[in-house]
T-cell receptor
Framework: ETGVTQTPRHLVMGMTNKKSLKCEQH?????MYWYKQSAKKPLELMFV???????ENNSVPSRFSPECPNSSHLFLHLHTLQPEDSALYLC?????????????FGPGTRLTVT | AQSVTQPDIHITVSEGASLELRCNYS??????LFWYVQSPGQGLQLLLK??????LVQGIKGFEAEFKRSQSSFNLRKPSVHWSDAAEYFC????????FGDGTTLTVKP
């Protein structure tokens, strides 16, 4: 595997379910990100991890719980979601958080909450 | 605080025609600037980036962008658009953290 991978690619869950999204990067990067991309809305940065430590949480509801066990893996645990949480969830990584490092994105997980 | 504006939400061009997508940024110094492309159902892919030096930067897929400090702009151009260029394009600025524009959707007419 190369680049940034995300599983599953598609997920349908009920509002009472608990599920997790997984992201893995094979680039040796130190920073990882979760973004939410909804239809007709701009890209929303949710969480940032740098060297496994969370450095940014952009007022994300507690029903989204990130986990970064090491620099290569990032999870997003989901529970009691709402229909408005349906979106494409993108994971990205970069060499470091600051400055001139571009981000490498995974293909995303298309989440539908019913 | 830094910000990015992409004034055009949607642009339609004919195949073979030239393309320019606009991006304006707000930041006190010269930031790091990026253009990304997103095909339907996919993640974002880097097209090109500007850090310093030559203000005209070349990217992948025949794209180029020009940094104009006086106008706080970093517009993306392509001389001849192909149908496969239909996608959403994001401009981003990075100065400690990355900020993305709202995106421009490109439609290519045959």
């Amino acid at each position: 595997e190369t680049g940034v991978t995300q599983t599953p690619r598609h997920l349908v869950m009920g509002m009472t379910n608990k599920k997790s999204l997984k992201c893995e990067q094979h680039l040796g990067h130190n920073a990882m990100y979760w973004y939410k991309q909804s239809a007709k809305k701009p890209l929303e940065l949710m969480f940032v991890y740098n060297f496994k430590e969370q450095t940014e949480n952009n007022s994300v509801p507690s029903r989204f719980s990130p986990e970064c066990p090491n620099s290569s893996h990032l999870f997003l645990h989901l529970h009691t979601l709402q229909p408005e949480d349906s979106a494409l969830y993108l994971c990205a990584s970069s060499q470091e958080v600051a400055g001139d490092y571009e981000q490498y994105f995974g293909p995303g997980t298309r989440l539908t909450v019913t | 605080a830094q910000s990015v504006t992409q004034p055009d939400i949607h642009i339609t061009v004919s195949e073979g025609a030239s393309l320019e997508l606009r991006c304006n940024y707000s930041y006190g110094a010269t930031p790091y600037l990026f253009w990304y492309v997103q095909s339907p159902g996919q993640g974002l892919q880097l097209l090109l980036k500007y850090f310093s030096g030559d203000t005209l930067v070349q990217g992948i897929k025949g794209f180029e962008a020009e940094f104009k400090r006086s106008q706080s702009s970093f517009n993306l151009r392509k001389p001849s658009v192909h149908w496969s260029d239909a996608a959403e394009y994001f401009c981003a600025v990075s100065a400690g953290k990355s900020t993305f524009g709202d995106g421009t959707t490109l439609t290519v007419k045959p």
